[in-house]
């Protein structure tokens, strides 16, 4: 028996052996197919254990399973669920026997569950274990006695086994969870941890670490174990490393059994809340003015059907907030938040604080994690769509259940060092729909704001739409708070205000509709809109009653003059250089190359400067950097209308353009804008009349095309051409074309009382091409008419040097002067003043024809001659440049010089007539010199040469008209200085010689010149000749000297008269100041049968002294009969009476010769010319008796009829 019992013994001891043992020498893996089909089985995928496969019962139970893998469902975005690199459980083996299970450890390394919702509702965390189909055929064992089959099952013994975990460990694990119909990703990184259970009562414990969205955690928790069966002690810990932040939860969950509800406390602390927002939104820390220290305090108590959270206190920097949140769910899920804070300082908490230095980790501190991984996207599967982004708030994610109410006030909020109180915030939640209920608050000003409307979600996003009121009474103080500069408004300005408006929004884009805006009597009204986000955009719509801009300006104090007149510094200062060309480029416009934009603007009057400006209307677009006008006018502004349209690109590379800028001004008058506007023209313009400017621009930068059309003072300016270099110095090449009907009436347009003496004068027609800047110039081409006068050269203007200068070549046709001269206005008072030709040539006498009325008056009311007036050549001394010029003609009342050409050049003050040249009175003109202006007022230097002048002609000129034929040579050389026209013919100095040559003269001539006295001594000799031949004489006769001017006093010593009837000489002087000659001279007769008649007892060759005294232009001319020689006249004085009555003819002549055989008296002679004060009345002469005459009578009152 014992042997049998030994054997049996031994038996066991093997089988027990055998069972522990063996299993560690099995080669589990060739059971992997069968394992893999279990768990395919029990869990609806693919399971796959590519590792191997270890089980050991001894010296305790252990398994190992390497590189598992538990497939996805089809059409997730990865095809396995769970991976796992490695699981290895230990269990305790002595606990078995006793009916324990005592886990000693389980280690999980590098586990990754995925878990994901697909877009049509499945998810991949629901598994369907596979059905075992075939049916058992092991016999059904009989029902025991005693039972029923309908009785439950329950086992024969309560074998409950005890279960505990020394340590559950995590490796390296990732869990993510993912939702393709929305889009949402979430993922846990890097968990590392440890969990622990003494029993399934507990008490348990866990710690570890991980990262979520980026933000590295860790966490420790604890409970203690169940008492009673009802409650179970726990405390939490989470700890953000971002702004090192940590969570504390301490409670209890209560009623485990009936209704578990938790209580407990919840504390929240941090050293910066800039740290963990800036990390939960995935951004680095801004070091701005949320890192700072803050705090959550609350109490919390919550079942499955309520919670109520009181006693919240939030601590932020110097704010302390409270309130309570209660929560109640159901079928309906309640929420009230309440929240009231008595202050809060928005300046203290902008500023940005100290830096905090980091302390380092106490003693027991959770080890900070390692760096998280870099996160990889995971690749869609096969014609999975993209996920779309999530919205900021979406609320179709809300329940529709879900209602709830807010509530946020704070008394005092403290901004830009000044209050905002009674800020409040209440709005509610129904049926997935924000009701803002009241959002208000007090500014500074007394400016109440508030705002109603609701919150709906719409095309993927939030929407508001809303009321938005605004009222202030202070409005200036309002913007002064703002940093707003109202110094320049002026003080009654800026008081009261008011906005209403509809607004709506949503998270790119906000829009103010139908809002009123009210300001000092302005109304402003429209619509408004802007798109935000990366590329912002503005549509706007805007329409302004009435604005008064000058009254908002304030009145700016009168500069203080300084001592130095500006004048003297502009004279001084040294001319500045040509600026330098710069890029093409404007950088600060690139700012609106990030906008879009639209406009509809109008304004119904504004006032500015005085001007009322009515219909103001904008329509324009700015988009991608181009900025489209379609529309920009003004209807009336002072009388004149204007419009623009076009484009300009190229905002976004800072190098804009305009393209087919059209613009367009017209107006009546201009002058009622100019007054209306207070501005004063740069030019003096009277009766504008219409005006219209219109044209095109277009061009860049670097150069600009225009063509434009002008109409003003009935005349057309047309520019056709382009500007280059808009930045630095800009190049103009421009055609122009400058039209006028009525030159005059030009002229008197641009101020001026200018009526031509013979009326019109005609138009101006003049185009050319300009090339330069606007400071340098050149204008070439001219080609025209002006007033009849075809014009044609180039012109250069360089007004950027010192001395501005013009560098003229031009050509003209004929040039009528008296035709430009203007009409002599004639006063009342009589009798008109004498009249005096311009330069040298003395006046004429006041019974001059109407054709010469246009010359200039002396001045009366001094006397004399010449005009005393200030002759100021200043402007001689701004500008300097060259002329040329040459004309057809050039005619001044019948002084006409053909084929003139001048060449003149101004430098310095000093005009240098380097030459004029011409035909005058068909002979040649040459004439050079200088005009300047000095100290002692004018200086003039001239040199001429006359040859060969048709010396009738040319004292017809003159108002002359004694001699009838004839030439005249001349030369000689001047020079004067004086202030005045008196002052410079008293200072005359030169010399010179003249010649006529073959001078003839008529008896009967009339009028007056400086030939007259020349003219007369002719006229004489020709009667005498006439009186001696018996018939009219027409002797022709040479005049030949030389003369000196000494302070305006002409010297004659040896002038030399020739003719038919002797020779003569004759020395005197003039007094061109005093307008006076006084001259002496003999003409030896030529001895002839006449002479030999006349004087009887001589064999001398008859001589007869003359002299000719008064003034230069009327002198009287006298023959020295007492000279002649005595007793030699034999004149049968009863013939001459027989021949008188026979012949009617030869009586007129001797009756001018004998005036004393008539018995008649000798005509009186001409009168001297007026002056201002009138000449002293003669003396009555006593009429003289009738005497027989003597032959030296008779003689001597032949020589005066001769005289005549």
């Known amino acids: 028996m014992n042997k049998i019992l030994i054997i049996i013994a031994g038996l066991l001891v093997t089988l027990v052996a055998a069972v522990l043992i063996v299993p560690g020498f099995m080669n589990w893996n060739q059971y992997r197919g069968m394992i893999q089909t279990e768990a395919a089985a029990a869990t609806g995928r693919a399971v796959e254990i590519d590792g191997d496969i270890r089980i050991q019962l001894l010296p ?102 005890q279960l505990s975990i020394d340590n559950f460990t995590i490796e390296g694990g990732r869990v993510s969870f993912k939702n393709a119909g929305n889009g949402r990703t979430e993922t846990i990184d890097n968990l590392n941890g440890r969990f622990a259970m003494a029993a399934l009562k507990g008490p348990w414990e866990a710690s570890g670490s991980a990262v979520v969205r980026g933000i590295p955690l860790s966490f420790l928790g604890s409970t203690g174990a169940i008492v009673q069966g009802r409650t179970l002690p726990f405390n939490f810990d989470l700890t953000a490393i971002p702004g090192t932040v940590r969570s504390q939860f301490s409670g209890a969950l209560t009623n485990l059994q009936d209704a578990p509800s938790v209580k407990g406390k919840i504390a929240i602390s941090g050293k910066s ?213 109202t110094g320049g408004v002026a003080a009654g300005k800026l008081r009261q205000l008011t906005l209403a408006a509809k607004l709506a929004a949503r998270p790119d884009a906000a829009r103010l509709r139908d809002f009123k805006l009210r300001f000092d009597g302005t109304t402003v009204s429209g619509d408004a809109s802007v798109l935000l986000g990366a590329r912002p955009g503005i549509d706007a719509t805007i329409s302004v009653d009435r604005i008064n801009l000058d009254s908002y300006l304030a ?17 001084t200062k040294e001319p500045e250089a040509a600026p330098k060309a710069t890029s093409a480029e404007l950088p600060s416009l690139g700012a609106l190359a990030g906008i879009d934009a639209q406009l509809r603007a109008q304004v119904k009057t504004l006032i500015f400067h005085g001007l009322p400006v009515r219909g103001i209307a904008a329509d324009m677009v700015l988009a991608s950097g181009d900025l489209r006008i379609d529309r920009l006018r003004v209807a009336d502004a002072g009388g004149i209308n204007a419009s623009l349209s076009g484009a300009l690109t190229g905002l976004t590379k800072a190098n804009p353009r305009l393209g087919n800028v059209n613009f367009r001004i017209e107006g009546k008058n201009l002058n009622r804008f100019f007054k209306l506007a207070k501005i004063t023209p740069p030019i003096p313009v009277r009766g504008l009349g219409r005006l219209a400017l219109s044209g095109t621009v277009s061009g860049g930068l670097a150069g600009i095309q225009i063509k434009s059309n002008a109409q003003a003072f009935g005349g057309k300016v047309i520019l056709d051409g382009k500007i280059k270099s808009l930045i630095g110095t800009p190049q103009m090449e421009m055609g122009f074309n400058i039209q006028h009907r009525d030159l005059a009436r030009l002229v008197r347009n641009l101020g001026t009382d200018y009526r031509p003496k013979k009326g019109r004068i005609g138009g101006l027609s003049v185009s050319g091409f300009l090339t330069g800047t606007t400071d340098k110039m050149k204008i070439t081409s001219i080609e025209g008419d002006i007033g009849g006068v075809a014009i044609g050269g180039n012109v250069d203007v360089n007004l950027r040097a010192k001395v501005p200068s013009i560098d003229a070549r031009l050509n003209t046709s004929d040039i009528d002067i008296e035709r430009f001269l203007p009409a002599s206005k004639k006063a009342a008072a009589s009798p008109p003043a004498p009249l005096l030709w311009r330069a040298s040539w003395p006046g004429v006498t006041a019974r001059q024809s109407a054709r010469t009325a246009g010359i200039i008056p002396a001045q009366a009311a001094r006397g004399g001659r010449w005009s005393r007036a200030p002759i100021d050549l200043a402007g001689l001394h701004k500008f300097g440049g060259n002329l040329a010029v040459k004309s057809d003609s050039v005619k001044f009342g019948k002084l006409r010089l053909v084929n003139a050409d001048l060449t003149a050049a101004l430098n310095r003050g000093t005009l240098n007539i380097n030459k004029l040249t011409g035909l005058v009175f068909g002979g040649d003109l040459r004439l050079d010199g200088s005009v300047a202006g000095g100290p002692g007022g004018a200086q003039l230097v001239a040199r001429y040469t006359l040859a060969n002048l048709d010396a009738a002609a040319a004292q017809a000129a003159f108002g002359g008209r004694q001699i009838t034929r004839g030439r005249m040579s001349a030369s000689g050389e001047l020079g004067a200085v004086g202030a005045n026209q008196a002052a410079l013919i008293a200072s005359l100095n030169g010399r010179g010689t003249a010649a006529l040559k073959r001078i003839g003269v008529d ?23 006439a009186v001696l031949g018996g018939r009219a004489s027409n002797s022709l006769a040479d005049i030949n000297g030389a003369y000196t001017i000494n302070n305006g006093v002409v010297a004659f010593n040896d002038l030399t008269l020739a003719s038919d009837l002797g020779k003569g000489s004759m020395r005197g002087t003039v007094d061109l100041p005093g307008w006076r000659i006084k001259a ?40 020295e009969t007492g000279k002649l020689p005595g007793g030699g006249i034999r004149l049968p004085i009863p013939a001459l009476e027989k021949l008188r009555k026979k012949n009617r003819g030869a009586a007129r002549i001797l009756d001018k010769i004998l005036p004393g055989l008539s018995g008649g008296q000798a005509p009186a002679p001409a009168p001297p010319p007026r002056t201002s004060a009138p000449a002293p009345q003669p003396a009555p002469t006593p009429e003289p008796r009738r005497e027989k005459p003597k032959v030296e009578d008779l003689l001597k009152g032949i020589l005066r009829g001769l005289t005549r």
């Open 273 to 485: 809340l800039d740290a963990i927002l800036s990390a939960t939104a995935g951004l680095p820390a801004s070091g701005g003015a949320l890192a700072r220290p803050f705090g959550i305090d609350a109490n919390v108590v919550a079942s499955a059907s309520s919670a109520n959270i009181t006693g919240i206190g939030v601590r932020f920097t110097d704010t302390q907030m409270s309130g309570a949140i209660k929560v109640k769910t159901g079928k309906a899920t309640e929420i009230e938040i309440s929240l009231a804070a008595n202050r809060l300082d928005l300046d203290g908490f902008l500023r940005t604080p100290a830096p905090v230095a980091a302390k380092p980790a106490g003693k027991g501190a959770v080890p900070p994690p390692t760096s998280p991984p870099a996160l990889k996207a995971n690749k869609p599967a096969a014609g999975q769509a993209k996920a779309k982004p999530a919205a900021v708030i979406d609320l179709t994610r809300l329940p529709k259940n879900l209602s709830a109410t807010v509530n946020l006030s704070v008394e005092a909020v403290t901004y830009r060092g000044q209050p905002i109180r009674q800020a409040k915030l209440n709005y509610s939640l129904a049926s997935q729909e924000i009701t803002l209920n009241q959002f208000s608050a007090l500014l500074p000003g007394n400016t109440d704001v508030a705002l109603f409307g609701f919150i709906t979600q719409s095309g993927g996003a939030p929407q508001f739409g809303g009321n938005l009121d605004a009222t202030t009474s202070d409005l200036r103080k309002f913007l002064s708070w703002l940093d707003i500069d």
């Open 60 to 161: 305790a139970p252990r398994l190992v399973i390497e590189n598992a893998r538990l497939a996805n469902v089809e059409g997730a975005s990865s095809a396995d669920m769970v991976t796992l690199k490695r699981l290895e459980v230990h269990v305790a083996l002595a606990p078995l026997f006793s009916g324990a299970v005592r886990v000693q450890s389980v280690i999980l390394v590098e586990p990754e569950l995925r878990l994901e919702i697909l877009e049509d509702g499945r998810n991949n965390f629901t598994f369907t274990p596979v059905a075992k189909t075939a049916p058992s055929t092991a016999p059904q064992p009989a029902s025991q006695p005693g039972t029923s089959s309908d009785a439950p099952d329950a086992p024969l013994f309560d074998f409950r086994p």
């Open 555 to 571: 009145k700016v104090a009168a500069p203080k003059r300084t001592g130095r007149p500006a004048s003297a510094a502009a004279a």
């Open 1080 to 1119: 002496d001279g003999q003409l030896d007769l030529v001895q002839t049968l006449a002479t030999a008649l006349l004087l009887k007892n001589t064999r001398r060759r008859p001589s007869i002294p003359f002299s000719v005294r008064g003034a230069l232009d009327a002198p009287r001319v006298k023959l």
């Open 1003 to 1025: 008896t009967s001539g009339t009028g007056r010149s400086v030939l007259s006295g020349l003219a007369g001594v002719l006229r004489s000799v020709n009667k005498l000749g």
